[in-house]
């Protein structure tokens, strides 16, 4: 696939490609997405806005430059706790590539790193040099004052030109809490979301902190995802219910969807509205209970991301996924095209609590 | 339910009386305005607000603005785009005025408010979702209607905001966000008297009154019925 390389989140050749429960990839115009909806589906999407969250500054004991990315919090709102699990990475900025830049100096509990106009205190290191747990030190206006005029959106080296908030939120994006862009939002228009209740489908939405994507380090990313908290409306479970009464399917926009609510599964599969954190890790072995199809972006096979599509489909299905978007050269990341998987049919049926398939396992 | 509302030129004349007047509702409040100094007095008179320093006729300013607002506040249910700019002062006719000042005042009066309305719009709809009845009261005039000589970048400007208001209305009505253009009367505030120098102040509607008014349309204090 190629790395999309220009910061558009509609653009008008985006494509989609469609893989039904049988198995059978199809491609649409992206921006035609709503014409795979039937009467009576539910269309869900994470409405988090994205805080800017890569914080430039400096290690206070020994003036060593320093990249603070936020990477995840315990809770939605920083009254409770204004302590971050952030990446802190050396000298240097987002051009170049994750897996070359250097360390940040060691790092100890107790640290101050000055960010612009705010300081934070390094906690403790979560296992590893390379993250640790932050505590901001202010009031909750100046913190987010702070991360609103010094923090930028957290980027990668295959998006040369620095981001801007506005090409990161969604045109859904509410309240800024999570960490990057739930990018396949990114799909959502105010014109799709008219023609989508024209069809009788529903749009709803659940929060979710979407935590960072990639650290450049093998031994983090295979931690990924961070725990994540999550909002689940009541009006949100509800119209899902009455979605699933009347036998309409349930589709999820973007990976986070999929995460928040089967983490609010119950195992009847009805939806339990609230906060909770999303610690669950989907993948070949997790029993769908709530979603029955996920709108994406294009992932390569190994990533956390093309795991948890594995819940969706069986393997050799994605393997003619992959070879349809590497021979269709789909475009991939964040600003790249699009894939529509509908749960296979063969799929696991919805009987047992993801929560407990896992705790057997952990 | 307390309504989490932002208000743009909070500091001062209407901005200020409806930052005054929503807090004491036990609404929680917002309020964006150019000058560092005032925003944190004005803050400091009216515990439990939020003061924004921000200019909403400067694009960079949009994206920090909604950050911190929503940040802080969880959502939004209520938008009061209130800070204008009356372009040339003192005012001028059409023919005399620059280029550069009916641009102030578009960028102000329209392209500000477009701008944060759009950046805010995701929060608005989510408000909708959740049954909280958003609305985005934009402040009129009626310069917006009738053609004042020596009005006319700031007539233009409100004619296009009035209009836009009500394209807004039309498009996001199925959304649940409602959008209102208010012409709140001539008021006796810096704005006016920076306008009209020599007004007779006694004949102005204290912005008091306005800011009550309009209070009442995004903010209606619930009637409790009588033990």
Known sequence: ?362 | MNRRILITGGTSGLGLALVRELSARGARVAFVARHREDVERVAREHPGTVGIVGDVSRKDDIYPIATEVIGNLGGLDALVNNASSLGPVPLALLGDTECEDLEIALATNVVGPFRLTKALLGALAASAREGRSPVVLNVSSDAAVSPYAGWGAYGASKAALHHMTRIWGEELAAEGIRFISRDPGDMDTQLHAIAVPDADRTTLKRPEVAAREIADVIAPIAVKAAA
């Open chain 1, 1 to 362: 696939m190629i790395a999309a390389s220009v910061a558009v989140q509609r653009p008008a050749d985006a494509r989609l490609l469609v893989i039904d429960a049988l198995g059978t990839p199809r491609e649409i115009p992206r921006r035609d997405f709503v014409s795979v909806l039937r009467r009576g589906d539910i269309v869900v999407a994470n409405d988090a806005a994205t805080m800017p969250a890569s914080l430039a500054g400096r290690h206070v004991a020994t003036g060593a430059p320093i990249e603070v990315r936020l990477a995840a919090a315990r809770s939605l709102d920083l009254r409770d706790d204004a302590r971050f699990a952030a990446i802190v990475f050396g000298a240097g900025d987002h051009r170049t590539r994750t897996e070359d830049r250097p360390p940040p100096p060691p790092l100890a509990p107790g640290d101050e790193i000055a960010l612009g106009p705010i300081r934070a205190t390094v906690e403790r290191l979560l296992e590893h040099p390379r993250l640790a747990e932050l505590r901001f030190t202010g009031t909750r206006d100046e913190i987010w004052s702070a991360i609103a005029h010094h923090g930028r959106p957290i980027q990668y080296a295959h998006l040369p030109a620095a981001l801007q908030t506005w090409d990161v939120w969604t045109p859904i994006a509410a309240a800024p809490f999570a960490f990057e862009a739930p990018s396949a939002g990114f799909t959502l228009d105010w014109r799709s979301l008219g023609e989508l209740r024209q069809r009788g489908a529903g749009f709803a939405t659940i929060t979710l902190a979407a935590g960072i994507s990639s650290t450049g380090d093998p031994v983090l990313d295979a931690r990924l995802p961070f725990d994540e908290p999550y909002r689940i409306p009541v009006p949100t479970a509800s119209a899902i219910r009455r979605a699933r009464l009347s036998g309409g399917r349930v589709i999820a926009i973007g990976t986070t969807v999929v995460r928040a609510l089967e983490s609010a599964a119950t195992r009847d599969t009805s939806i339990v509205a609230g906060d909770g954190v999303a610690t669950l890790r989907l993948g070949a072995s997790t029993p769908l209970q709530a979603v029955d199809a996920i709108l994406s972006g294009t992932h390569e096979p190994g990533t956390s991301h093309f795991e948890l599509l594995r819940a969706f489909a069986a393997d050799a299905t994605l393997a003619r996924m992959s070879e349809a978007l590497e021979r269709g050269h789909f475009r991939t990341h964040e600003f790249g095209d699009s894939i529509l998987i509908e749960r296979s049919r063969d799929a696991f049926p919805r009987t047992t609590s993801p929560h407990q398939g896992l705790r057997g396992l952990v």
